[in-house]
């Protein structure tokens, strides 16, 4: 057995796994190493295996070769039972709490005894989710409903139950999708006291930042194969991106090039009660990226929903091309030009039963089909340019949403809009979720399209985002636009306006 | 991630190789039916399933219901339903017969405004769902009472509308150009309504918000429009089949049409349209019908069911076993796949 090996074994560790998906090779015989106290890193485009490999070590699939080794016991596959049982837990990206219950409830759920006719000790309960929550440093009542809990508190309590399982390893597969910059910095440290507690913790994110600030080893997957095991000393954000995609990745962002024109949209004073916004003024012109930065919940979906005409205005005014503009309903606003990528693409931006065809389609029926008559040919057409242009990865023009990658979806909800020829054109979250790849290809898609003449609203929480393509970056706060910089602003500043701070930045 | 490479294939084939079984099933059905449900009595004459007289039966008999499950087609591709449309059936035939005998209005005067009619109570379905955003299940189980109460209440449950003039009852007991007059009619509607459903925007914003509402809105549909349109037409259509069904009988009274939405829904679910929306097609309703249709007359065709005096309980026996297998059977290559994809690792 391994009780020879001269280092100390590993909590856990892979060897040669392999796994295939209906004649899709997803892993093809990956090893991987985590130590105990280790914060280690797993990187690799969307398709690399990370999520395959995930699924093997939480027992969700079962490798069709190669072994595990948890604990000292040595297997050929785990079952979610027996992961939970060797100290395996995992914190998903959208926590799985049952919504209607309280946190005390959730965490007696995974962590009391199950048992027919047990009855229930509420105090011991309470207590019990008291301290685990303390643990994490969260201030959440354990007799509130998981409902009312934001995003970033319900992964509070996945970690609270995870460490009441007493895990020994935790894996947390892009935690930091949908939190701020000052929940990520709660997590981190969360993170770091597990790390601290002996906890080995596999780390998986597409920031890069995130992993050189919280990692102590990463692990690059490319094509279903480890293309190394790196310390992050050794290692640079260039030569990772290299890694990952097989290339040099040239230039991150692509330079501005545009000379913004007239100002296309206008806002003075724009507020609606329903959704928390008020007195926001800003203009956008011609040919310009306005970013839209901000922490979640400060407002910035809520913006786009007015000027889509979800959530209408109650006061201010809005102009658009000079004209007055106060959409009702979406289709108002289609009709005049305006067009919103939004953020769920899997809810909102692609309709995933239907054919990509289909959904390209579905903005411009009027203008595509006239009298209502569907035209087969037109629709083809209109989806096998976009296909191209975009250089969308799909098997055809009928192939259905749901079948593609996040990127390629993010594509064709990008084609249906461009497909309108707008005006002004809404990005929330364009890059979300998407692999390195296909996110340089959506930003240099997006700097061609202000090149061209459109007016772009681009809302984002990745900082590094909004700072290399905004040409000026509004930045939201409780609802309201309160600052807008220049592109190029550093990152302190816009972190400063977003959190409130009105103490300019350190000089230094 | 590199989930699902399996079902790129498409879910159109599917849906296409679904109504070919059926289709399949229906000419099965209709043979046994033919081979066992004709005889010839003393006299030397053919009787039962075999005669033209019975096959017009059959289709005369299937237009009404025919007529409900296409007016549903596009309710539940929009993942709405409509529980009501039997119960305005009976309405519609009700109003039509009080506008006509006690109205004192023409027969195409009566017949008119019986459609309107029919179209402010799809209205009614249409305003309390999209406005006060209920679900359809519940706002059309409350009209399903409410319209059959009014045409109970109307008539007090004892009135019947008879002695209609001939030109009328044409629609429903002659035969034009060969066949029963209202098959023409029921032909008309159901290539109106493929063509809405298949042919235009219409019918591809029906499956877009079956599919997902939400995607809808977010694609700029007018969803509300949309949805409230699919009821207002199922009342239209509704009213339609009351003047069919009036026509058909020589009389209207109010418990016309009862319990023909189950009918109708069990017809287009048979035909392959997703009760949770977005998948489903004319075609395949059509198929539905039929079979409903074959199965009901030929079992009462069969001599030991005649002997028995079993029609009424062998065919709703019969339709909830073919809906199940057809329900199943839908499922069967999903089970199968997986299954197969289990035991082949080991």
């Known amino acids: 057995m391994a009780a020879a090996s001269p280092t100390p074994s590993p909590l856990l560790s892979l060897r040669r796994a392999a796994k295939s998906y209906g004649g899709v090779r997803a892993l093809r015989g990956v090893d991987f190493d985590l130590r105990a106290g280790e914060v280690h890193a797993l990187l690799g485009e969307n398709g690399a295996g990370k999520s395959t490999l995930i699924k093997i070590i939480t027992g969700a699939h079962r490798p069709d070769a190669g072994e595990i080794t948890v604990a000292g016991r040595t297997l050929d596959g785990l079952t979610p039972a027996l992961a939970q049982q060797l100290g395996i837990a995992c914190i998903y990206q959208s926590p799985a709490l049952f919504p209607d219950l309280t946190v005390a409830e959730n965490i007696g759920l995974r962590l009391e005894p199950a048992g027919a006719m047990r009855r229930v000790d509420w105090g011991a309960r309470h207590r019990r989710a008291a301290q685990l929550l303390q643990q994490v440093g969260a201030s959440i009542a354990p007799a ?251 098997a055809g023009p009928d192939a259905p949403g749901g079948s593609l990658s996040g990127g390629n979806q993010q594509k064709v909800s990008l084609a249906r809009w461009l497909a309108t020829q707008p005006r002004l054109l809404i990005l929330d979250e364009p890059t979300q979720g998407v692999d390195v790849g296909a996110k340089s290809e959506i930003h240099r898609i997006i700097r061609q399209l202000a090149k061209d003449g459109l007016a772009v609203i681009m809302i984002s929480s990745d900082l590094p985002e909004v700072l290399g393509m905004s040409d000026r970056i509004g930045v939201m706060r409780g609802g309201t636009l309160t600052a807008v910089l220049p592109g190029g602003s550093p990152a302190a500043a816009v972190m400063a306006a977003a959190l409130g701070q009105n103490e300019r930045p350190d000089p230094a | 991630m590199n989930a699902s490479g399996s079902h790129s294939a498409g879910w159109k084939s599917v849906v296409l190789r679904y109504e070919t079984l059926l289709f399949v099933v229906l000419v099965a059905e209709w043979f046994f039916f033919y081979h066992y449900g004709t005889t010839t009595n003393r006299r030397g004459t053919v009787v039962g399933f075999g005669t033209l007289d019975r096959q017009f039966d059959i ?82 189980l409350g009209t399903y009472s409410l319209f059959r109460g009014l045409a109970e209440a109307i008539t007090h449950g004892a009135v019947t509308y008879t002695d209609f003039p001939a030109g009328f009852l044409f629609f429903g007991q002659e035969r034009w150009l060969g066949l029963p007059t209202q098959a023409w009619l029921f032909a008309l509607v159901a290539a109106a309504i493929w063509l809405l459903v298949h042919r235009t925007t219409w019918g591809r914003a029906f499956r877009t918000i079956g599919f997902s509402p939400e995607g809808a809105r977010y694609a700029g549909l007018p969803v509300e429009r949309r949805v409230a349109q699919v009821y207002v037409l199922a009342g239209l259509i509704a009213a339609l089949a009351a003047l069919i069904y009036t026509a058909r009988l020589g009389q209207a009274k109010a418990d016309a049409g009862t319990g023909y939405e189950l009918f109708a829904i069990t017809a287009v679910v ?77």
């Open chain 1, 144 to 394: 509130a409903e998981v409902r009312t809990l934001s995003m970033p508190e319900q992964q509070l309590v996945e970690i609270a139950c995870a460490i009441g399982a007493g895990a020994r390893i935790v894996v947390m597969d892009e935690p930091t999708a949908s939190l701020t910059q000052r929940e990520q910095e709660r997590l981190f440290t969360v993170v770091r006291e597990l790390r601290a507690a002996g906890v080995g913790v596999i780390y998986i994110s597409h920031r890069l930042e995130e992993i050189f600030a919280l990692a102590d080893r990463v692990t690059v997957l490319r094509d279903g194969q480890s293309v190394g095991t790196h310390g992050l000393n050794e290692v640079t954000e260039a030569g990772l991106i290299k890694l990952m995609v097989g290339r040099e990745v040239a230039q991150i962002y692509p330079p501005a090039e545009s000379a913004p024109g007239e100002p296309v949209l206008t806002l003075r004073g724009v507020g609606c009660a329903a959704s928390g916004v008020h007195g926001v003024s800003f203009e956008v012109r011609a040919g310009e990226i306005f970013g839209v930065a901000g922490l979640v919940g400060a407002g910035r979906t809520e913006l786009a929903r007015i000027l889509f005409g979800l959530t209408p205005a109650d006061a201010g005014e809005i102009t658009l091309n000079r004209e007055r503009l106060a959409p009702r309903s979406p289709p108002e606003a289609v009709a005049r030009g305006i067009a919103y990528v939004p953020e769920d693409r899997r809810r909102h931006g692609v309709v995933l039963e239907m054919p990509i065809a289909q959904n390209m389609t579905m903005a411009v029926h009027r203008r595509l089909f006239p009298g209502g008559w569907l035209r087969g040919a037109a629709e083809q057409g209109l989806a096998r340019d976009f296909i191209r242009d975009l250089a969308i990865k799909t």
């Open chain 2, 270 to 346: 048979l035909g392959g349209t997703s009760i949770f929306g977005g998948r489903g097609s004319v075609t395949g309703t059509l198929l539905g019908v039929a079979a409903i249709a074959v199965l009901k007359n030929g079992l009462a065709c069969l001599p030991v069911v005649i002997r028995l005096n079993a029609a009424e309980e062998m065919s709703g026996l019969l339709t909830g076993a073919l809906l199940l297998l057809a329900l199943t059977g839908s499922v069967l290559p999903k089970l199968w796949s997986s299954f197969r994809s289990r035991h082949r690792r080991t």
């Open chain 2, 59 to 140: 289709l005369r008999h299937s237009c009404e219901i025919g007529l409900l499950a296409l007016a549903l087609t596009p309710v539940i591709l929009t993942a709405g339903i409509d529980l009501s449309v039997g119960s305005l059936l009976g309405l519609c035939a009700i109003l039509f017969g009080k506008l006509w005998h006690d109205g004192g209005l023409s027969i195409p005067a009566a017949a008119a405004l019986t459609l309107v009619a029919g179209a402010l109570g799809g209205g009614l379905n249409a305003t309390l769902i999209t406005r006060l955003r209920l679900p359809p299940l519940i706002v059309t």
